[in-house]
């Protein structure tokens, strides 16, 4: 008789099917699970859906490797895994469904005051303004938001409690980090055209 686990009537084992079989089925059933979420999907997840003590990073990577050649990818961000279009093929994805304004549709001074809260988080805007000589405006962390990219963090021990700024999962995965140990360092900041504490007012 199969074996179910507890609350669900899936039948994770696949004990009538022989190995192969069985491992086939598993990787197929980690590609739907992806395929449908809009959002990364976290191991513990992933294994609710194949036999206990089989391995999820070595299906995933079995499936990587069938879904090679293919024009979407498994990638690894923000503690988990998810589907998504190569970058080859942005420009016909943004051709056919004539998409207006992009995620990442932002001038040079909106990402260096995206890196300066991604480096310096949890941070205020006069955090903000202590780094860029000048005040920020509403309406830039207004776009971050929108995209979000930023959140609210957690009230400042100041006068006022101001609200401090805080980088989001959206911000993980359009970066394609896993998290943000993955940030770049300075120097690869510097290499990139992009020095966050070279951004002050004179």
Known sequence: MAKYRS??????????????????????????????????????????????????????????????????????????????????????????????????NLNEFDVAVLAAIAYHQPITRDGLKDIFGKEISRDLIGRLHARDLIGTGPRAPQRGAPYTFVTTEQFLIAFDLESLRDLPNKEQMVDAGLSVENTEAG
């Open 7 to 104: 609350g669900s009537e899936l039948d994770c084992e696949l004990a009538n099917l022989p190995p192969e079989l069985r491992w086939r089925e598993w990787m197929r059933r980690i590609e739907a699970v992806l395929f449908a979420s809009a959002s990364p999907v976290p191991r513990a997840d992933l294994a609710r859906v194949v036999g206990q003590g089989a391995a999820v990073d070595l299906l995933i990577e079995d499936l990587a490797t069938v879904l090679d050649g293919r024009a979407f990818e498994v990638a690894e961000v923000a503690g988990g895994w998810m589907m998504r279009t190569r970058t080859a093929y942005a420009p016909a994805i943004r051709a056919a469904a004539n998409v207006g304004e992009q995620l990442l």
